[in-house]
């Protein structure tokens, strides 16, 4: 996939605490978890709900139909820092909080199919979980030998939506303040790290 560099957002990467993330030039980068310092204008912010809206997802814990509640996370299934952080978002005391993931496909062949089949599937939530348990005993993850174009075509529009955050490596966390900020976090969040992004305490 091919990374626009021209930001839709700025996220800071001045050192802080670094967390591995995966990306489509070296499969690894370092990236930390300072949010965005600079005030994000309305439109900023309306163009940030727009671009959400337009990807295909699936959500775990208690989802708000408030937008600037929820965290949204863009993923490769592939990844194995996403990986880390799917099951650490399953820890008993963050479990409800309120996360939209959001599969793209960069870093290998076995992403478009694996993300088409979590979007198509009935219960995508569980599917992933088998998705995320093969991967992290050693395997490849999931397969199918016929893949509904309708969900390989869902997988190429977040895709487009992901690029035009100008992000280079995923997992990529968003979620939008109580200030109208767009704060963001890149990595395998441990549980707790996830529980402050949520509440805006990492700084």
């Given at each position: 996939?091919?990374?626009?560099?021209?930001?839709?957002?700025?996220?800071?990467?001045?050192?802080?605490?670094?967390?591995?993330?995966?990306?489509?030039?070296?499969?690894?980068?370092?990236?930390?978890?300072?949010?965005?310092?600079?005030?994000?204008?309305?439109?900023?912010?309306?163009?940030?709900k727009q671009l959400i809206s337009s990807t295909y997802n699936f959500s775990?814990?208690?989802?708000?139909?408030?937008?600037?509640?929820?965290?949204?996370?863009?993923?490769?299934?592939?990844?194995?820092?996403?990986?880390?952080?799917?099951?650490?978002?399953?820890?008993?005391?963050?479990?409800?909080l309120p996360i939209v993931w959001i599969p793209v496909a960069f870093l290998?062949?076995?992403?478009?199919?694996?993300?088409?089949?979590?979007?198509?599937?009935?219960?995508?939530?569980?599917?992933?979980?088998?998705?995320?348990?093969?991967?992290?005993?050693?395997?490849?993850?999931?397969?199918?030998?016929?893949?509904?174009?309708?969900?390989?075509?869902?997988?190429?529009?977040?895709?487009?939506?992901?690029?035009?955050?100008?992000?280079?490596?995923?997992?990529?966390?968003?979620?939008?303040?109580?200030?109208?900020?767009?704060?963001?976090?890149?990595?395998?969040?441990?549980?707790?790290?996830?529980?402050d992004f949520y509440e805006h305490k990492i700084k």
């Amino acid at each position: 996939m091919k990374i626009n560099k021209k930001l839709f957002f700025s996220l800071s990467l001045i050192a802080s605490l670094f967390i591995t993330g995966c990306d489509d030039i070296n499969k690894t980068s370092t990236v930390d978890t300072n949010f965005t310092q600079q005030n994000q204008k309305d439109s900023q912010i309306n163009e940030f709900k727009q671009l959400i809206s337009s990807t295909y997802n699936f959500s775990t814990g208690k989802i708000s139909d408030d937008i600037s509640k929820n965290i949204y996370v863009f993923f490769d299934p592939q990844c194995p820092h996403c990986n880390n952080l799917w099951f650490n978002a399953q820890n008993e005391v963050i479990k409800d909080l309120p996360i939209v993931w959001i599969p793209v496909a960069f870093l290998n062949d076995h992403s478009e199919p694996q993300a088409a089949i979590i979007l198509g599937s009935d219960n995508s939530v569980d599917t992933m979980n088998q998705n995320e348990t093969l991967i992290k005993n050693g395997g490849t993850g999931l397969s199918q030998k016929i893949i509904n174009p309708k969900f390989l075509e869902q997988v190429k529009q977040n895709n487009i939506a992901f690029d035009k955050t100008g992000a280079k490596g995923v997992p990529l966390l968003l979620k939008i303040d109580a200030n109208n900020k767009i704060n963001g976090a890149s990595g395998e969040l441990s549980p707790q790290l996830l529980k402050d992004f949520y509440e805006h305490k990492i700084k």
